[in-house]
């Protein structure tokens, strides 16, 4: 089975570049159509999109969020990262990785567990 691991700083203060990584096994992130995901819950809130990375290495990011975000892979280790600048506590969240087939952002069939990830000074 495919699983996925979230990873990186649970504090990161303002100002400063928000990094996690997902570690995938037990699939490629390479493999024909499939999409790979970052996806974050505000507390209290539904699930946002940030963006994702298609199995070609295309990247497709949130119109609000574009300016800010960016999703790298590296495929020797098969894992792909999010990079989220100039961040405020407004951006704390449960972030997720997972992967789908691209027909909508919100479907996915597989999760990893979620790591929470706060901004505060």
């Known amino acids: 089975q495919v699983q996925l691991q979230e990873s990186g700083p649970g504090l990161v203060k303002p100002s400063q570049t928000l990094s996690l990584t997902c570690t995938v096994s037990?699939?490629?992130?390479?493999?024909?159509?499939?999409?790979w995901s970052w996806i974050r819950q505000p507390p209290g809130k539904g699930l946002e999109w940030i963006g994702s990375?298609?199995?070609?290495?295309?990247?497709y990011y949130s119109p609000s969020l574009k300016s800010r975000t960016s999703i790298s892979r590296d495929t020797s280790k098969n894992q792909f990262t999010l990079q989220l600048s100039s961040v405020t506590p407004e951006d704390t969240a449960v972030f997720y990785c997972?992967?789908?087939?691209?027909?909508?952002?919100?479907?996915?069939?597989?999760w990893g567990q979620g790591t929470q990830v706060t901004v505060s000074a």
């Open positions: 037990g699939g490629s992130i390479t493999t024909n159509n499939y999409y």
């Open positions: 990375m298609a199995w070609s290495g295309s990247t």
């Open positions: 997972a992967r789908g087939s691209g027909s909508s952002w919100y479907v996915n069939d597989y």
